[in-house]
C-alpha cells in the first residue's frame, strides 16, 4: 500500500514556529500569498535542524518501513528550492531509505501522485480533501487526541499499524 507522509506538521513541529514568525512581521495568517512570500525568503536548513519531531516520528516512521506493510514516501509542500534542499539534506540524514517527494506549494499533492488506494496522512485539511476527492486514503494528524475530526486521525505514526 502507498503511504504518503506529509512533514511540516506531521515529522517536523514547524508549524508554531512559522506562524510565529507571521505573526512577528504582522501578516494575517489567512493571507496565502504573503505566507508563501514569507516562507520562500526563510533560512530553512537552520529551521529544519532546530525544530523538533513530533512524537518521535522518525523512529515511528522507521517502524513503519520495518513492518513491510507500506511503500513509504514523504510528500512535501515548499515554497523554494532552498527549503526543497533543507528539508531533502534533513530527510536524507534521518532516513536515507526513504523516498522523498517535493511538491511545489502552487499544486495540489492529489495531482503530483495516483491517490487510488494510497494513504496521506497530512495535517492540513485542504490536502487530505483533495486527496480524498481524487479517490485517496486520507488520514488526518493531529496531536490534539481529544478533537473529532472529518477524518480518521492519529496523533503518532506506528497508529497506522493499527488501522491498516
Ligand atoms: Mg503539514
Known sequence: MNLYIDFDGVILDTIPLLDRILLERNIDLKDEYKKR???ARLDWEKIVNETP???DSIKHIDRLRKSNKFNIAILTHVNS???AIAKINYLEKELPDITKI???KEISKAK???T?????VDDYGV???EWSKEGGISIKFS???DKVYKYKSISKLDQLLDLF
Open 37 to 39: 512570500e514569507v516562507y
Open 53 to 55: 519531531q513530533i512524537n
Open 81 to 83: 528550492m532552498q527549503e
Open 102 to 104: 517535493i511538491v511545489p
Open 112 to 114: 503530483m501522485l495516483e
Open 116 to 120: 487510488k488506494n494510497a494513504i496521506l
Open 127 to 129: 490536502n487530505l480533501d
Open 143 to 145: 496531536t490534539k487526541v
